[in-house]
């Protein structure tokens, strides 16, 4: 059965940098796009960072410059390496995947978290002194 889990979530102070592991298993992301979602207390779910099968990455306004997108496919792993955190970046970070060659959801990610179809439970992210 085709799973997603994220891991490296954690405390850490503004400024501080952690990278977020998106593992696949029971299916190959090879031909996958791989999102980033990011929900804070009492806000709606966000689109992050995208990659599509091929590499090209997208990333929100809020985290350009910050956040940097990457995959391994050889380890069917997604990574998100966040830098340089800010207390708003505060949130639990869901990975996703649309269905195969669905590389198009990462032109807009809040506009198609529909056709994202396997989710990760979340890792937490908490930016505080």
């Known amino acids: 059965q085709p799973q997603l889990v994220e891991s490296g979530g954690g405390l850490v102070q503004p400024g501080g940098s952690l990278r977020l592991s998106c593992v696949a298993s029971?299916?190959?992301?090879?031909?996958?796009?791989v999102a980033w979602f990011r929900q804070a207390p009492g806000k709606e779910r966000e689109g992050v960072s995208c990659?599509?099968?091929?590499?090209?990455?997208t990333s929100a306004e809020a985290v350009k410059g910050r956040f940097t997108i990457s995959r391994d496919n050889a380890k069917n792993t997604v990574y998100l390496q966040m830098n340089n955190l800010k207390p708003e970046d505060t949130a639990v970070y869901y990975c996703?995947?649309?269905?195969?060659?669905?590389?198009?959801?990462?032109?807009?990610?809040?506009?198609?978290?529909?056709?994202?179809?396997?989710w990760g439970p979340g890792t937490l992210v908490n930016v505080s002194e």
């Open positions: 029971g299916f190959s992301l090879d031909y996958y796009a």
């Open positions: 990659i599509r099968s091929g590499g090209e990455v």
């Open positions: 996703a995947a649309p269905p195969r060659l669905g590389g198009y959801v990462c032109d807009d990610l809040d506009r198609y978290v529909s056709k994202l179809e396997f």
